[in-house]
């Protein structure tokens, strides 16, 4: 019976022939957490504001519907009082929904911003890995084609 190769060294010399740099795993990985912080900052930033209008929004409602809650001496006081509620509550609905509307506009431009400069810092790092893989096999591939001759 035929034995068959043991091909273990074989693939152990392919493989130390061809070294992994972690370095570039580690840089990727430092990239990467970089960009998750600014997209979180960004994301905490909006939430604050978001909050910050809300609780305004909030208290500038309360702060009408005390006014309804006032006792009247005439009674078509009280329809002025809910007719000026009624007012109010829309003037103050469309203030805070245009703040609403520029957090979201701050945020979709931060965001694009951040895209684009991931986007580059991405293309460079890979750029620059390609490189250096194609020095190292270009190495290792005259190297081998020395030992051949």
Not at 18 to 31: E, I, R
Not at 66 to 88: G, M
Request: hydrophobic content about 50%.
């Amino acid at each position: 019976m035929t034995k068959t190769p043991d091909f273990t060294k074989v693939v152990q010399d392919m493989m130390a022939s061809f070294p992994v740099d972690a370095s570039a795993f580690q840089n990727a990985f430092k990239t990467q957490a970089a960009f998750a912080e600014k997209f979180s900052k960004v994301a905490i930033e909006a939430a604050e504001k978001s909050t910050e209008i809300s609780a305004k929004w909030t208290k500038d409602t309360l702060a009408k519907v005390a006014d309804i809650a006032k006792a009247k001496s005439e009674p078509a006081d009280y329809s002025k009082s809910v007719t000026d509620f009624a007012s109010a509550a829309a003037e103050m609905a469309a203030e805070n929904l245009a703040a609403f509307a520029e957090v979201a506009k701050k945020v979709q431009m931060e965001t694009v911003e951040l895209m684009l400069a991931a986007g580059k810092d991405i293309s460079e790092d890979a750029t620059a890995a390609v490189k250096k893989a194609t020095a190292e096999v270009t190495s290792v591939a005259k190297k081998a084609a020395a030992a051949a001759k």
